[in-house]
């Protein structure tokens, strides 16, 4: 049993975390539920000994405990399976679950035997096929986080924590890991599992406990509490998502595709997108839909130049035909990229609020043609910070010091300055909180009642159905529907973006 | 008061090597008698010039993420362009052809020689993706190779009193290469502060992905990078080559060291994104100091070396000790 008492830490004299109580029940799924910056990851790392610096007491089995480090937890029997995953990608499965903890021979050598036959052991107990001489970048992310799974088995962990474990896989690997997950609870190890994914908690956790801000709010059986109840712990309000069509078809054409087709880089006559041809109006937001693997983010990519070399087909900015062979072609076509990763393709973590916004229109920013006003790029992020909602210590913080959502608003708002008339969003609200996530929708809904064109890929159906005023379903890289809003329902759409063999 | 505490830190951390310089220069005092004076501080501001032109080069090339190997050779390569075209002019018999150079035309071709080897490496590393540090070692091999070729290995001398003066002269008691310096460093933190380039050069430095699809034009902001640092190599050529009267052959070997060095000890992140020309100028001087220094102090030329690298290791474990606070 692992036990948190009056757990409490600040980071550079900010509290991430206020007094939080809380008891893992050993054998059973434990959720912890919150929004970002709820203070869930903080809590883990200091339960897998990342963070060494903390006020509280741990409490395992009975047993005061204060790791120095990561070892320490894993030698207790606390194992942590990260959101980004922690594998060597050149090393085999092997050799990644047996780092740092090699068996070796009388003789100190390696005794590659016995780890491999161990390797396939614990492969095989998780249902998993594969060579264990197989290299990690070879395998699917859902694959490399069974072999997480196995590194933990192997430690024989008797606490598992899983950060956000499904936001990254197919829904069958989520089926494939939740029966992992009820083999390894019906070993009788504690599973801690972290997700934003409400409907999957319901499915998979046995008992939940709500932080919010820090503070531990509530705990109990999911089998007693409804979603919305749930909700109501996790923001302290009731949350109402509406389902608003609207017919925009005659307004005026935006963005006119016709075959779109992309080459795969590395495997000949391969084709990832083929002819994929649509438009978008003025003040309409087209979701787009697709199984993992299904070409949505690569769409996205090859109208904002991004795959110059392997894209064909033709591209129509009101009207007009734009080449567009790099993201400057994009954006001088009044087009604009919300990527998919915020941190490795959005922004500068570094830098500050500020000048993450101001980076898109620095040319019109300067003075006499060079020399950069400050006036105005502080008034341009200003502008932004309010008109959005930033919840920033200051517009001089780095931006990697926010929270999820909030960074995903800086995001936002460097392209929403460049005044685009189309707005491309690639998974727009992935691993944000329930409050920024329905920020981020009614701000989209506003652009679109302005004139912007927006296209959202989204790997949720809720969130498609939700804000969408027609959708689009592509399938192994070709357009498969093309459905207005009154006629789409959840089976529509899957029905559609599942490959018929 | 909790909120006051991180900056104060962070505070702290920016002006930690301007806290180092200051003891160490206190220290040099108290020990040594010569070390406090007017003379000796233009003496070592005169050797730190050099060190400052190049260090400012590597540290916008730096800030890319990006590295230069071949400050040196570029250096040498164009003093010695330098000294052949101010003596012996450019000749191309087949043509019948002389040019003879001022003072002026020979500096001018020796800056834009050096801007484009540094185009060069740019063009290798952008258009080829060859790795910055394998690109400049190789030009670092090349341009050493073509200083040989064209002086035939011996130093070209006697270049007259007028080029003499840019490395020994003075103006207003401050000797001319630390008024080159100084409008080099200034240059730079104009663009680094100032200007868009500035920003973009951070930002490719921060997150490359990220500036890239901001529709910013990375490769144009590296090859300006590399450009600026290979023309400042040549500053520096020029100022060596007329301080000894001389180009010599072997000039400027391992300058590339003490430039990465000043730009480490002044806080810039070789990971790029970090790190400022200030930072630089400070670390450039806290050699230049240290240098001067351990002489005053009769210390052997063999513990001098073993003493900056000390010092180097140093200046970065209490920059990675004062991250490590703040994270």
């Given amino acids: ?501 | 008061m909790t909120a006051i505490a991180p900056t104060y830190r962070a505070n702290i951390k920016r002006f930690q090597s301007v806290i180092a310089l200051l003891v160490l220069c206190i220290v040099l005092a108290v020990l040594t008698d010569k070390f406090f004076t007017a003379a000796n501080g233009l003496n070592v501001l005169r050797q730190v010039a050099v060190n400052a032109c190049i260090a400012t080069g590597m540290t916008l090339i730096v800030l890319t993420g990006g590295i230069d190997l071949s400050v040196g050779s570029v250096l040498a390569l164009c003093g010695a362009i330098t000294a052949g075209l101010l003596k012996y002019g450019w000749s191309i018999p087949s043509a019948d052809l002389f040019i003879g150079f001022t003072i002026l035309g020979a500096v001018l071709v020796a800056i834009l020689a050096g801007a484009l080897l540094g185009f060069i490496n740019g063009i290798t590393i952008t258009a080829f993706k060859v790795p910055p540090f394998v690109a400049t070692l190789a030009m670092l091999t090349i341009a050493r190779g073509f200083t040989m070729l064209y002086t035939g290995g011996h130093p070209v001398s006697n270049l007259g009193e007028g080029f003499a003066r840019i490395g020994t002269g003075s103006w207003l008691g401050i000797p001319v290469p630390v008024w080159i310096a100084a409008a080099v460093v200034s240059l730079a933190v104009f663009i680094t502060k100032k200007t868009r380039l500035g920003r973009y050069i951070y930002a490719i430095g921060g997150n490359e992905t990220a500036a890239r699809l901001s529709g910013i034009r990375i490769n144009r902001v590296k090859l300006f990078v590399y450009g600026i640092g290979g023309a400042l190599a040549a500053v520096g050529g020029i100022i060596v080559t007329s301080r000894l009267d001389s180009a010599q052959p072997n000039a400027g070997i391992s300058y590339e060291l003490d430039a990465i060095a000043a730009v480490v000890i002044g806080g810039t992140s070789l990971n790029g994104g970090r790190g400022s020309v200030w930072g630089t100028v400070i670390g450039a001087v806290i050699i230049g100091v240290l240098n001067n220094g351990l002489v005053l102090l009769n210390v052997s030329p063999f513990w001098q070396q073993v003493v900056k690298g000390g010092v180097i290791l140093l200046a970065v474990i209490i920059d990675k000790i004062g991250d490590r606070r703040n994270e």
């Fill in chain 1, 1 to 501: 049993m692992l036990e948190a008492k009056n757990i409490s830490k600040n980071f550079s004299g900010v509290r991430a975390l206020s007094n939080i109580n809380l008891q893992l029940v050993p054998g059973k799924v434990n959720a912890i539920i919150g929004e970002n910056g709820a203070g869930k990851s903080t809590l883990m790392k200091i339960f897998s000994g990342v963070h060494t610096q903390y006020e509280g007491e741990i409490i395992l089995n009975g047993q005061l405990v204060k790791f120095a480090n990561t070892r320490e937890a894993e030698e207790a029997g606390i194992a942590i399976i990260h959101q980004e995953l922690n594998l060597v990608p050149y090393l085999s499965i092997t050799e990644n679950i047996f780092l740092g903890r090699e068996l070796t021979t009388v003789l100190g050598m390696l005794d590659k035997k016995q780890m491999r036959g161990k390797a396939r052991d614990l492969l095989g107990r998780l249902n998993m096929d594969v060579d264990p001489d197989t290299k990690i970048a070879a395998l699917k992310v859902g694959q490399q986080q069974m072999v997480e799974i196995a590194r933990a088995l192997f430690s024989n962990a008797s606490v598992i924590i899983m950060d956000e474990p499904t936001s990254a896989i197919s829904d069958k690997e989520v089926e494939q890991l939740f029966t992992i997950i009820r083999q390894l609870r019906s070993e009788g190890r504690t599973i801690v599992y972290i997700s934003h994914k409400l409907k999957e908690l319901f499915t998979i956790a046995d008992r939940f406990i709500v932080l919010r801000d820090g503070a531990s709010i509530d705990a109990g059986d999911m089998a007693a509490i409804t979603q919305d109840e749930l909700i109501q712990k996790m923001t302290g309000r009731k949350l109402g998502m509406g389902k608003t069509g609207k017919t925009v078809l005659d307004a005026p054409e935006l963005l006119r595709v016709e075959n779109i087709s992309l080459r795969h880089p590395e495997l000949a006559k391969t084709m990832v997108l083929s002819g994929i041809s649509f438009t978008l109006h003025k003040g309409e937001i087209l979701g787009i839909y697709g199984l993992m693997g299904a070409g949505r983010t690569e769409l996205l990519e090859c109208l904002f130049g991004l795959h110059p070399k392997n894209a064909m087909g033709q591209i129509f900015v009101n009207g007009q035909v734009r080449k567009i062979k790099t993201p400057v072609d994009a954006i001088a076509a009044g087009l604009a990229l919300v990527p998919e990763d915020r941190k490795l393709q959005g922004l500068v973590l570094d830098q500050s609020v500020r000048s993450n916004i101001s980076i898109t229109t620095l040319q019109e920013l300067e003075r006499w043609g060079i020399v950069l006003s400050e006036t105005k790029e502080r008034l341009l992020a200003d502008q932004f910070i309010s008109s959005l909602g930033i919840k920033t210590p200051s517009p001089q913080s780095a931006a990697k010091n926010l929270s999820g959502g909030n960074q995903q608003k800086i995001v936002l708002a460097k392209w929403l300055a460049t005044q685009p008339q189309v707005l491309l969003l690639d998974e727009p609200t992935r691993g944000i909180d329930i409050n920024a996530k329905s920020e981020i929708y009614k701000l989209m809904k506003n652009l679109a009642t302005e004139g912007m064109g927006i296209i959202m890929v989204s790997s949720e159906l809720p969130e498609i159905l939700a804000v969408s005023d027609r959708v689009l379903v592509i399938c192994e890289g070709e357009l498969t529907a093309s459905i207005a809003i009154e006629d789409a329902t959840e089976q529509e759409i899957l029905k559609n973006a599942i490959h018929k063999n």
